[in-house]
């Protein structure tokens, strides 16, 4: 720890509470200790290797990372002292347990990059259009408001009809606030369903009534398998029964969903029920990991079977992902460019009539 013996604990402890770690940054420091102590380092090696390439005030609280790992406590209350994501803290605490420390930080490390990732790469997708649709909007308020009102009153006064694409206009502006009260009161239904009902609800119930919402169910649906599968996969590689793994689970009070899920699924298999039939019970489950879970049984290497389909989980929540972003963007773009064609087209071709009948 000599890097650290100069700096002013104090000091570093006010400066912590200023500089909150982001999710990548998380991510990339447990990737590199992983990376690190697959090489061999201990873990405060690890630590003291990685600050070299911080801040100062990362350094600082590297120190008082390495001062309370001295002092016994656990990695995974270290880095919930940091402030880092329950998921990471998660991955931590069952690698803590079964020994495979390395690639579990690996893991976790890798999906919370690629959530992270993800998440940048639709906002950036989003970015573009979202100008284009505040700028048309504007535009769509002058023309509505000032020019086609003008004009509608000098074509209806010479007989012309109201074209296509004035209808769209009109419509739009018609119907399109009332969409937005409709959103509104969606919104504000579902906010007094979440404090009235949702919240008061077992965690249980509400990972079950979150899966059902269309295309974020169906991710949510491949977390909770990848999660669950993966931590499972790592704890029997690690020697622990299935029994014994669900009580790790269940002690995880910092993730309240795995916690009861692991105390659900021990309590069904002390009453004589096959493991395959209570995860099939549970819909945030992917349909197919029941029969994973059943396989890996009979042929008695249920880890590495839930080790290939965890894998399989992210690379179908991936290949979602990217559908889903190269769907977003065009119908974007259709839906503006529609709408500007329209506004033209609104003026212009009564105009062309009038000029036809000159």
């Known amino acids: 720890m000599g890097i650290f013996k100069h700096l002013n604990t104090s000091a570093w402890c006010t400066m912590m509470k200023k ?24 873990i405060a090696g690890a630590i003291e290797s990685i600050s070299l390439h911080l801040p100062d005030y990362r350094k600082g609280e590297l120190h008082d990372c390495l001062v309370n790992l001295q002092k016994g406590l656990p990695f995974h209350d270290v880095l919930e002292s940091l402030g880092f994501h329950q998921d990471l803290i998660g991955y931590v605490y069952f690698a ?44 769509f308020m002058f023309v509505q408001k000032t020019l086609l009102p003008r004009f509608t009153t ?41 404090f009235f009902s949702f919240r008061k609800l077992s965690v249980l119930k509400q990972r079950a009534l ?17 999660y669950f599968s993966i931590q499972l996969s790592f704890l029997l590689s690690g020697g622990i029964s299935v029994s014994e793994a669900l009580i790790l689970f269940e002690q995880n009070k910092r993730q309240p969903f795995y916690s009861e899920l692991g105390k659900e699924v021990k309590l069904k298999l002390l009453t004589g029920e ?25 042929n008695g290497k249920l880890e ?53 009948g000159i």
Request: glycine letters at 4%; hydrophobic letters at 55%; proline letters at 3%.
């Open 19 to 42: 500089h909150k770690w982001s999710v990548n940054e998380q991510a990339s420091f447990l990737r590199r200790i992983g990376e690190l102590l697959a090489r061999g380092y201990p």
């Open 96 to 139: 803590e347990q079964h020994g495979s420390f390395a690639d579990a930080l690996l893991e976790g490390s890798s999906l919370v990059l690629l959530k992270d990732r993800d998440v940048k790469k639709l906002v950036k997708l989003l970015q573009y259009p979202m100008l284009l649709i505040i700028i048309t909007g504007f535009l």
């Open 154 to 194: 000098l074509f209806t006064s010479l007989g012309l009809e109201a074209n296509f694409f004035t209808k769209v206009i009109y419509a739009f502006d018609e119907y399109f606030p009332l969409a937005i009260e409709v959103m509104l009161a969606i919104l504000l239904l579902t906010a007094i369903y979440y």
């Open 210 to 226: 979150l899966v059902r919402l269309p295309i974020i169910g169906r991710i949510l649906k491949l977390l909770f398998t990848h």
């Open 274 to 298: 096959r493991l395959e039939t209570i995860l099939a019970s549970f819909c945030f489950f992917e349909k197919e990991f029941p029969m994973i879970v059943k396989h890996g049984q009979e």
């Open 304 to 356: 590495q079977e839930l080790l290939f389909f965890s894998k399989h989980c992210v690379a179908i929540m991936e290949e979602m992902l990217e559908k889903s972003l190269k769907t977003v963007q065009p119908i974007l773009y259709l839906f503006i460019g529609f709408l500007i064609v329209s506004m033209y087209l609104a003026i212009l071709l009564p105009m062309f009539h009038l000029l036809d």
